[in-house]
């Protein structure tokens, strides 16, 4: 099987790909939202202490288990434990954890491609109303816009790794890098922009407390792609002569200064509209963000650029988002694809059309979860309240069972595989690896206080997720 499995074409074309999975919905509003609720610069401190300290080793872990194995998630686990009963289940959430999250994505994504073709349509002013979003995501034209991001995704990855993941990343990420630097630099034109750099930058430590460290590693886990089996996936595709180690230390770079440049574009077009903007008018979520707040901002820039001009840079703003979002869908689906073609031995177009009737349901019951069907809407309680189907989604896979993998990631690398086959492996393909302070740090820390920390985590979610109760305060 491994003699003809796929392959990047090339070192830059797995970085590329890697870190279009990593660049995502999380990084263009998330993650500069946050920082500025949270701290500014000191958020942005420990949010990247956080990421060289626990997320690049577990990344390199994901990565080597895959180089190693050349198998998806699931049959790197099999493979490495001789088929171990306990370690399949470790597999398997491997697989189904990026599934689930994959559907709720999915629907953001659909919104976002929604309020793209609005913004490019010329409907930015309805965009701005704040009822339009709430219209909108129960109206019967969400269905039309799945079908096209759907096809766009299918499209993608019916061309395999080298000319389908491969290519797409190659346009979409340069592309999203120019709208990115464009968009900055436009709004640091505006009245009132470096207001909003110093909000965003100055470090206020009153403000870090245990929940805010817990969110800042939370951000950047999930930021990362971790946890989800998608590092195991692209990992396996990468030939034996090619730097784990380096091209890890380039993802993690291209998404925390992705993340950062975000919030130089947002946190100056926010101020330029209210130079009085405080951290309570932001709103908590994303969605609230990028659906309610930022279109008013689009819309009043109208006085400076006009009509078409505001448009024009909601559009980019919408795009630049979208493309985020397509190279981050791409690589979590490809992990279930990656598991039927590896372990059932299907074709790549049968993998996917399996998968893609599985997908479409539950993207159209979470789709309708936001009031459009009331059993989907109130599917459940738990910790005093009501839950939709979307809410268990985000609740059980991206809050509490990622940072579980993590752990089992590291526990399993560590102890199962043995440091020994973990390190021989790191070294394969980069020799600056051998001897250098990093590999003494990643050996130590993937096998000690990177699981402790991240099963403090997931004990936590869990209190807080379906107990209603947080141990740290
Ligand atoms: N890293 C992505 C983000 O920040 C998260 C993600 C990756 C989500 C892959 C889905 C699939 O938005």
Same mark, same amino acid.
């Given at each position: ?281 932001? #709103?908590?979520? %994303?969605? +609230? /963000? $990028?659906?309610? @707040? ?5 819309? =009043?820039?109208? *006085? ?61 019951? #979470?789709?309708? %979860?936001? +009031? /459009? $069907?009331?059993? @989907? ?5 738990? =910790?005093?309240? *009501? ?81 209603? *109760?947080?141990?740290?305060?």
């Amino acid at each position: 099987m491994s003699a003809n499995r796929e392959q990047f074409g090339s070192r830059l074309g797995f970085v590329l790909a890697a870190a279009g999975s990593a660049v995502g919905i999380g990084n263009m509003v998330g993650f500069p939202v946050a920082a500025t609720k949270n701290g500014g610069g000191a958020f942005l401190l420990i949010y990247t202490l956080f990421v060289i300290v626990i997320c690049l080793p577990v990344m390199v872990a994901e990565m080597a288990l895959g180089r190693s194995t050349q198998k998806d998630p699931l049959g790197a686990y099999n493979k490495l434990s001789d088929n171990a009963t306990g370690w399949k289940i470790a597999g398997w959430l491997s697989i189904i954890t990026p599934f689930m999250i994959a559907v709720f994505y999915l629907v953001i994504t659909v919104w976002i491609f929604g309020y793209l073709t609005q913004a490019a349509t010329g409907n930015l002013d309805s965009l701005a109303d704040p009822n339009t979003f709430g219209t909108f995501i129960n109206g019967p034209s969400i269905f039309g816009y799945m079908v096209v991001v759907l096809g766009i995704v299918y499209f993608i990855l019916q061309g395999g790794v080298k000319e389908g993941i491969e290519k797409a990343s190659k346009t979409l990420m340069p592309a999203l890098f120019i709208m990115l630097v464009a968009l900055v630099i436009f709004v640091l034109t505006l009245d009132n922009a470096f207001a909003g750099v110093k909000y965003y930058i100055l470090p206020d430590f009153s403000a870090i407390n245990a929940s805010v460290v817990s969110a800042a590693l939370g951000q950047a886990f999930f930021s990362l792609s971790l946890g989800m089996g998608i590092m195991i996936t692209y990992g396996s595709y990468l030939g034996r002569e090619n730097a784990v180690p380096g091209s890890a230390k380039l993802v993690a770079m291209t998404d925390t200064a992705v993340a950062f440049t975000a919030g130089l574009m947002i946190l100056p077009a926010i101020f330029s509209f209210n130079p009085d903007t405080n951290t309570a008018d932001l #709103s908590d979520s %994303s969605v +609230g /963000m $990028i659906f309610t @707040f930022l279109p008013k901002i689009f819309l =009043a820039l109208q *006085t400076t650029i006009g009509y078409v001009g505001a448009s024009a840079v909601a559009s980019i703003f919408f795009l630049l988002v979208f493309f985020a979002a397509i190279t981050s869908v791409v690589s979590i689906i490809e992990v279930p694809v990656a598991a039927l073609m590896g372990e059932k031995q299907f074709s790549r177009k049968k993998a996917l059309s399996t998968l893609s009737i599985v997908l479409i349901a539950m993207v159209i019951i #979470s789709a309708t %979860s936001f +009031g /459009m $069907i009331s059993f @989907f809407t109130e599917f459940t309680q738990y =910790a005093g309240a *009501t839950k939709s189907f979307f809410d268990i989604i985000v609740d059980v896979f991206y809050d509490t069972i990622l940072p579980l993998n993590g752990l089992l990631v590291c526990i399993f690398v560590i102890y199962r595989w043995k440091k020994a086959n973990f390190d021989a492996e790191l070294e394969a393909g980069d020799p600056e690896y051998k001897g250098s302070f990093f590999e003494k740090y990643v050996n130590f820390s993937v096998g000690t206080f990177i699981p402790v920390i991240l099963f403090l985590i997931f004990v936590n979610t869990v209190a807080i997720k379906f107990f209603g *109760t947080s141990l740290i305060g």
